[in-house]
């Protein structure tokens, strides 16, 4: 970490790179200025006609906006890494919030209704997700173990579980699963209709990262566990899986997050969670913009909580090694 920041602190401070920075900070602030959206006004012309000198202004502007950013590239080289990091965090964060305000968003009407959509469309995104995870998870464990079996049907059955759930898109299986199953005579809410096509879907994608995991093990550990005698639960339970967890849990996060997002979906057959509150309080008072900006940052905040949680648990598993 330390010798990686102090390379970064030499590459800050070296003119080559400086001016790189700022002849492309340059070129893309000015071009951003030449549209008709958020920066087209922040980069206006500062003097004269604009439909005469529209091009200098744009110019100068962007020039003192590119000198600007250069300067805070120097400015953060000379604090510790983690104030950087920080530093950077809220500069990006301040420039999205900028960017939304420029939209003359109704903060009145977001302030009325996020509780509501935290209260309700909240516990529900999270309900959905945990509830699929943890279906996921089984399944994956089982299909792996099926993909590295010697029996032939089950690795058929598995085979054909991940090609399929895998080249299907998921809001297809939200319909399949919602709309289909009455034909067959078994009717499903929409809840459970919504988890059991996250819990398929992702379990599919799960099963890949999980036989990945466990063929990373050595074959020799196999092996050893069958000359003490071990059988093959207590095999998986105690030797293999252990070995394997710190290799899985990185992916399996991800996928985690990625099915918090894809959650969303099944808004589409009435599912009251944050997608679905967000595009029907919207609609009552034609706020969508407000509602769906709302709806975006509980998801980002929601994904990174999930991220620093992730983060722990493969530092747990590091230090264990």
């Known amino acids: 970490m330390h010798a990686d920041t102090v390379t970064q602190d030499r590459l800050v ?23 008709e959206g958020f920066f087209g006004h922040l980069l206006a012309p500062v003097s004269g006609d604009p ?50 305000y420029s939209f003359d968003l109704s903060i ?16 529900t995104t999270i309900y959905v997700s945990a509830i699929s ?12 173990i099926a993909k590295l079996s010697s029996n032939g049907f089950a690795f058929a059955i598995a085979s054909f579980y991940t090609s399929f759930f895998r080249g299907l898109p998921l809001l297809m299986q939200v319909y399949l699963i919602y709309l289909g199953l009455p034909q067959l005579g078994y009717v499903v809410d929409a809840v459970p209709a919504g988890i059991l096509a996250l819990s398929l879907c992702y ?5 890949e ?37 710190p290799i899985i849990i990185p992916p399996t996060g991800n996928q985690f997050i990625a099915m918090l997002k894809d959650s969303s979906l099944v808004s589409v057959i009435g599912v009251w969670e944050l997608m679905f509150l967000a595009r029907t309080l ?18 980002w905040g929601l994904t990174v909580v999930l991220e620093v949680i992730q983060a722990r648990v493969e530092q747990h598993y590091r230090q264990k090694k």
């Not at 000198?53 to 805070?72: H, K, Q, Y």
Request: net charge neutral; with cysteine; hydrophobic share 60%.
């Open 282 to 299: 919207g609609q009552k008072d034609f706020r969508h913009l407000e509602m769906l900006i709302t709806a975006s940052l509980i998801y």
């Open 51 to 100: 439909e005469t000198s529209g091009n200098f202004g744009d110019f100068a502007v962007a020039v003192t906006l590119a000198a600007l950013f250069t300067a805070n590239i120097v400015a953060l080289s000379f604090v510790p890494w983690v104030v950087q990091v920080i530093l950077v965090w809220l500069e990006l964060l301040a420039l999205f919030l900028l960017f939304f």
């Open 108 to 123: 009145e009407f977001i302030e009325e209704k996020i509780w509501f959509m935290i209260s309700r469309g909240l516990f």
């Open 209 to 245: 990262i999980f036989r990945a995991g466990i063929e990373s093990i050595h074959k020799g550990q196999w092996e050893a566990a069958r000359a003490l005698g071990f059988r093959f639960p207590a095999t998986m339970r105690k030797i293999i899986l252990p070995q394997a967890i």
């Open 133 to 144: 995870i943890v279906i996921a998870t089984t399944i994956a464990v089982i299909g792996a």
């Open 13 to 35: 401070t070296k003119p080559g790179f400086l001016l790189v920075c700022f002849f492309l900070s340059s070129v893309g602030f000015f071009f951003a200025g030449l549209g």
């Open 203 to 207: 379990g599919a994608y799960m099963t």
